[in-house]
C-alpha cells in the first residue's frame, strides 16, 4: 500500500478522506507492525489507489490478468493518468511513450 500511496500522489489524509477511513486507520495500515484493512475498507481504499484489493493486500495480480501481474505501481499510476485524459491527449500521450521507446531501443540496454 505504501508504493501506491506514493505513486498516488496523495497524502495519507487524502487517502483517508476519499476512502472515507480515518487517518489514523490508514496510519495503522501502514506501520511495520500494521494491521489488514477489513474487506469493506480494503474495497474503498482499493478504488482510490485504482488497483485490485488482492493486489492491495498480496502485492500481487491475480491469474485472470497475468499480463499486468508485473507492472509496477508508477506504470499503472501513467496508465490511469492517461485514461484520464482527452481521446486526442491519449494519442499524443501514447505516441510520446513510443517515441521514447524507440530512442530507448536505439541506445541498447540500460546500465543497471
Not at 488482492?54 to 500481487?60: A, D, K, S
Request: proline fraction near 5%; glycine fraction near 6%; aromatic fraction near 4%.
Amino acid at each position: 500500500m505504501k508504493a501506491e500511496l506514493s505513486y498516488s500522489g496523495l497524502l495519507v489524509k487524502e487517502l483517508a478522506a476519499k476512502a472515507e477511513v480515518k487517518k489514523h486507520t490508514i496510519d495503522n495500515y501502514l506501520s511495520v507492525r500494521g494491521r489488514m484493512p477489513s474487506a469493506d475498507v480494503a474495497v474503498r481504499i482499493a478504488r482510490v489507489l485504482g488497483v485490485t484489493v488482492e493486489y492491495l493486500v498480496t502485492g500481487q495480480e491475480t491469474q485472470k490478468n497475468p499480463q499486468f501481474a508485473h507492472f509496477s505501481p508508477e506504470t499503472r499510476k501513467m496508465a490511469r493518468v492517461v485514461e484520464g485524459l482527452r481521446p486526442e491527449r491519449r494519442r499524443l500521450a501514447l505516441s510520446l511513450v513510443e517515441s521514447i521507446k524507440t530512442h530507448e531501443d536505439e541506445l541498447g540496454p540500460c546500465p543497471e
